[in-house]
């Protein structure tokens, strides 16, 4: 469109509308002519933009967002990234390729607004987002501290909170006196504010420096930024004063009977106020008539000081000031009382004595109180002492208090001979102790039986086993034994104190019972211990095992093997023998054993007489039987050729033993002569000697083995 002025104006320009462009123009002279060339490129767009427009991370994480745009092709395309409006070029946070943007171990510094532009010779394209880095807080922007003599102004203004909302400010500071040790001096909890101020108060004669710290879940704002303190120090330093406070802790106390110990907690350097830390102490007696006494105690640290001369245990009043090389300190010092120190005791309890003997563990002892002034210090009580005559350094002592003059004591033993005794204490010393008080104490019932064990070993017999009493409190005269079963039958028995098991063999079968066992003395019976059982059901014993021992001439044991012996959990309760000799159609029956007993002794047998023995378990009612085994008796000529052949055996033996001890003799001569031919010949020989007498030994076992079970060829 060709407007007045001359001005030509294309819209909505395209391709169509590329090519030279004239402009034509004339007067009376002639003719010129202008031209121009219009060339159109195509439009730059982004075919990738940083995503997402939000980009949240936490701090040390690493990410990257790429960018990537289309231009005409006759047009170069460069790519600029910036942050917040700054360029940003590589670094050890940032690295940039040609279609994209790395982040590596950001913080919260780098949060901010990215963008990325397409710049090309004829046009900008711009495409943007949003990165959050959760990291500690900004550190504070501070504004400079104002300082007077009592009091510093901190202001500062609100931090960033890099993604994490700032939950407290905190003002922290130090000192010369410690130095680089920060303490915290104020919390500001509320946060919702753009500027924040602080009143701090001061002490004179101190440099301060303080700071602001933000905090947030993830920690305590940057202190330090690429290596660089970034947090801002601010700083205040006052002048001398005299104290404002004085020490505390304040007390007099003697430790011996003519001396007054004053103590004291000292000043922290940081209430010195001033250099030159002294402290004034003051002390009178507390009556009308002496006047105060007052010195000057130089060291700064010290804590006590010891006033010598005094009388025993009196009261005083005590003040300790704080001076500095300015001054007393303003405030006026407290006054404490004291007292000097304390000796011993003049006189014990009159009149102790056991008023009453309560039961065998207990007493009750009772004295007169003492008057309070012959204490000699302060009045805490008494001491009461007592011991085991048979072992009198071993004393136990129980600490009573003033108003007491009567004590029960229950941790004597029964059966026991004490002696006791009082002394009168205050708190430092103890009086002499009073008369010794002996006594002897009463037999008591006992304690409960210990170990009880109930085992049924049978259908209707159980075993119970158990040790004495662990507190005897006397001699133990027997036990008391009851059993109870489902239907509240019960029977009791009594056994004689050396018993110490018991076979119950009239049980039901089949059947619970609760059984208790307990012990009794002079004094009385003891608490029961019980224990649940229940008996087998009805069964037959398995076979007996046994073995057969020390047979001589007209005897031999037997001994019964009841299986799992060891734990008594066996199948019959009893045991016995039937026994008859060859040719005779009479059978003999041995005694009856019941566990725990399991030996049986045949005696009055023949002499040289086979023997056949059957054995017997039974289980109540019930019963099983062994085979018949044959069993023989020595002769008298066998015994007295045995008893030769071990008298043979035994010369044999020492024999044997010289030979030994010469043939070692020799070897060891003839190995330091080395004559190594002779040493082979002399152990060959006695080898053969050995086995000889092996072979022998040998056959006369057979021998003997032959003839105890009855077969001899």
């Not at 395209?14 to 439009?43: F, H, M, W």
């Not at 056994?495 to 018991?502: A, E, G, S």
């Amino acid at each position: 469109m060709l407007f007045p002025n001359h001005t030509f104006t294309i819209y909505d320009v395209n391709s169509a509308d590329e090519g030279l462009y004239y402009c034509n123009v004339s007067n009376k002279y002639g003719i010129n002519r202008a031209t121009n060339r219009l060339q159109v490129y195509k439009p730059t767009y982004f075919v990738r933009i940083p995503t997402p427009k939000r980009l949240v991370l936490e701090a040390g994480e690493t990410a990257e967002v790429f960018c990537e745009a289309v231009a005409d092709p006759r047009l170069p395309i460069k790519y600029q990234w910036t942050i917040n409006s700054k360029l940003l070029n590589g670094s050890e946070f940032y690295e940039i390729l040609p279609d994209r943007l790395r982040f590596r171990s950001v913080r919260g510094r780098h949060s901010g607004i990215i963008d990325c532009a397409a710049i090309t010779d004829v046009d900008v394209k711009l495409a943007s987002m949003q990165l959050i880095v959760k990291d500690v807080p900004a550190h504070p922007i501070v504004e400079p501290a104002h300082c007077s003599e009592r009091k510093a102004t901190i202001k500062w203004v609100a931090a960033s909170d890099h993604g994490d909302a700032i939950k407290k400010y905190v003002v922290e500071m130090f000192t010369d006196f410690r130095k680089g040790v920060w303490e915290i001096v104020n919390e500001e909890i509320n946060v919702n504010l753009e500027k924040f101020e602080v009143d701090i108060t001061l002490t004179p004669w101190v440099n301060y420096t303080f700071r602001v710290i933000a905090i947030n879940s993830h920690g305590r704002s940057d202190l330090k930024i690429d290596g660089q303190q970034k947090e801002e120090w601010l700083s205040c330093q006052t002048r001398p004063s005299f104290p404002y406070t004085n020490p505390v802790g304040v007390k007099g106390e003697g430790t011996e009977p003519d001396n007054l110990v004053i103590y004291w907690k000292p000043l922290d350097r940081y209430y010195w106020n001033a250099p030159n830390m002294q402290y004034l102490v003051k002390y009178k007696l507390d009556d009308t008539i002496h006047g105060w006494t007052e010195f000057l105690v130089e060291d700064s640290l010290a804590n006590f000081t010891i006033i010598r001369d005094q009388p025993t245990f009196r009261r005083y009043l005590i003040q300790v000031q704080a001076v500095n090389s300015i001054g007393p300190s303003i405030v006026e010092p407290e006054i404490f009382e004291g007292w000097s120190g304390e000796d011993v005791p003049e006189d014990p309890p009159q009149n102790f004595r056991i008023e009453n003997h309560i039961n065998f563990t207990t007493l009750n002892f009772t004295w007169e109180p003492v008057d309070e002034k012959t204490v000699n210090g302060h009045f805490l009580g008494y001491e009461l002492e007592f011991w085991r005559n048979s072992n009198p350094l071993r004393k136990y002592s129980i600490s009573l208090l003033s108003n007491e003059t009567f004590k029960v004591v229950n941790t004597f033993h029964a059966v026991t001979n004490y002696s006791a005794q009082i002394r009168t204490r205050n708190k430092r010393l103890r009086s002499a102790p009073s008369d010794v008080v002996e006594f002897a104490m009463p037999e008591g019932p006992p304690g409960k039986v210990h170990n009880l064990r109930v085992i049924s070993v049978g259908s209707t017999a159980m075993l119970l086993k158990w040790d004495p009493p662990i507190q005897p409190n006397g001699k133990v005269r027997g036990y008391f034994i009851t059993f109870t079963n489902d239907r509240n039958e019960t029977e009791e028995t009594y056994v004689i104190h050396k018993q110490r098991h018991y076979l119950h063999e009239k049980s039901e079968a089949d059947t619970g019972y609760k059984v208790s066992v307990w012990a009794e003395t002079r004094a009385g019976e003891g608490p029961p211990t019980l224990r649940p059982v229940r008996t087998w059901p009805p069964r037959k014993p398995d076979i007996p095992v046994f073995r057969v021992r020390n047979i001589s001439l007209d005897q031999f044991t037997v001994e019964w093997i009841p299986n799992n012996f060891s734990t008594w959990k066996m199948p019959g309760a009893a045991f016995y023998l039937n026994y008859t000799s060859e040719g005779s159609t009479e059978y003999l029956q041995s005694e009856v054993v019941y566990l725990p007993d399991t030996s049986v002794v045949i005696k009055n047998l023949r002499e040289d007489q086979k023997y056949f023995i059957q054995g017997v378990a039974k289980d109540g009612p019930r019963s099983t039987e062994s085979q018949f085994l044959p069993i023989r008796t020595m002769n008298r000529d066998y015994a007295n050729r045995l008893k030769e052949d071990s008298l043979r055996n035994a010369a044999w033996f020492v024999a044997v033993l010289a030979v030994l001890g010469i043939g070692l003799c020799t070897i060891c001569l003839t190995f330091c002569c080395g004559n190594r031919n002779r040493n082979r010949e002399k152990f060959a020989t006695r080898r053969k000697e050995i086995e000889i007498g092996h072979q022998q030994d040998n056959e006369e076992e057979k021998q003997f083995l032959e003839y105890q079970y009855g077969f001899k060829n």
